[in-house]
């Protein structure tokens, strides 16, 4: 398994690439840059080009609702550009409190819109005139709907690579679906081995009985906090307040996908509290709320034997990339995790 990790979108990126470049000196095998409500991650992403070698870097996620298909083409070709071939194209829906909330977007068929966007975005690579006749993307458009001097282009530069990767972020079954047939990874949230399988598995095999062979097996993106050693459960609380979060405030009641994947988990009582005191505003009440049990699950902390074992547990439900978030506060200390980590994986 190859190991990540991500940087902060809520501020201290300066610090944190700092780490990075430490991490990468250790083994690190790949970084993700996540883009909320924060700032973009495009800007980071060059930075982190410019100040590392050899760790891969993706978009840890692009929303796909907020550039144009050819633009994320665009983009992701000139990050790899920048950085040697060192990009991973990360996409996602994100969610309506985003989308919606902050850029004034219309959430709409996320599913459909994913697959037509990766279509346009492998055009661009091949360097393509860009020709797309879709429910959704239209290219060039209709002279009914324009002025009528559009005409197909190509991308002017060549890219690095024609076939950049693109992993996925999905939790539903079609969303998963999709990501399995037509994506090179994909990228769940609060991965939990023992229960992937009745989660996802039959939304995975129906992508993969699709899936064209040039892709080749799907990278799937594990996240677990990380923390090895002999006193370190305590620092499965600095992770509660992400939970909550999520399941209690990343959405409404009856449209939160992190809280439906909790109760799909077998946490359905405790997913319900969850939201119901984090959109009470009781959001530490929330946090306390989060079951330990879920959290151990989903993470890599407590000694170098137990850690192991919890290796094997991810490798066994298919996780091919660990991207995890060293607990242990400390730059020496998350550096000393990864390498330990590495170790581990022989």
């Given amino acids: 398994m190859r190991i990540g990790t991500g940087v902060s979108y809520s501020g ?43 760790v891969g870097l993706m978009s840890g996620i692009f929303q796909i609702y907020t550039r144009t298909p050819s633009l994320t083409a665009m983009t992701a070709a000139g990050l790899d550009f920048v950085s040697d071939g060192r990009f991973t194209l990360g996409l996602g829906a994100s969610g309506p409190q985003v989308i919606e909330g902050f850029h004034g977007v219309k959430y709409d068929a996320p599913i459909g819109r994913t697959r037509e966007i990766i279509e346009i975005c492998r055009q661009v690579w091949k360097r393509e005139r860009v020709v797309h006749d879709g429910k959704h993307y239209t290219i ?38 999709l990501a399995a047939e037509v994506a090179e990874g994909w990228q769940p949230i609060f991965f939990h081995p023992e229960k992937a399988a009745d989660v996802w598995g039959a939304s995975l095999a129906e992508g993969k009985a699709k899936r064209d062979p040039e892709l ?50 077998g946490y359905e009582a405790e997913a319900k509290k969850i939201q ?62 990864v390498a330990k980590l590495k170790e581990l994986l022989g």
């Avoid at 060039?140 to 559009?150: E, M, R, S, V």
């Fill in 216 to 265: 080749g097996e799907l990278d799937v993106f594990a996240a677990p906090p990380l923390a090895i050693g002999d006193d370190v459960d305590h620092l499965l609380d600095w992770v509660r307040p992400v939970f909550a979060l999520y399941i209690g405030g990343m959405g409404a009641r009856g449209k939160n996908f992190y809280n439906t994947l909790a109760c799909n988990y």
């Fill in 140 to 177: 060039p458009l209709p002279a009914d709907q324009g002025t009528g001097l559009g005409k197909p282009l190509k991308l002017i530069n060549h890219p690095v690579r024609e076939r950049i990767p693109v992993v996925l972020a999905a939790l539903g079954p079609k969303n998963v679906a």
């Fill in 276 to 337: 119901d005191l984090y959109l009470d505003g009781k959001k530490e009440e929330a946090a306390a709320a989060v079951p330990t049990e879920l959290l151990r699950a989903t993470s890599l902390v407590g000694p170098e034997g137990y850690v192991r074992e919890r290796l094997a547990a991810f490798a066994e439900a298919g996780a091919t990339t660990l991207a995890v978030n060293p607990l242990q506060p400390g730059r020496e200390a998350r550096v000393a995790a």
């Fill in 12 to 54: 201290g990126f300066a610090e944190s690439v700092a780490d990075i470049v430490e991490l990468e000196r250790v083994g690190l095998d790949i970084v993700f840059v996540p883009e909320a409500y924060s700032f973009d991650a495009v800007s980071q992403l060059g930075y982190l080009a410019a100040k590392t070698e050899r």
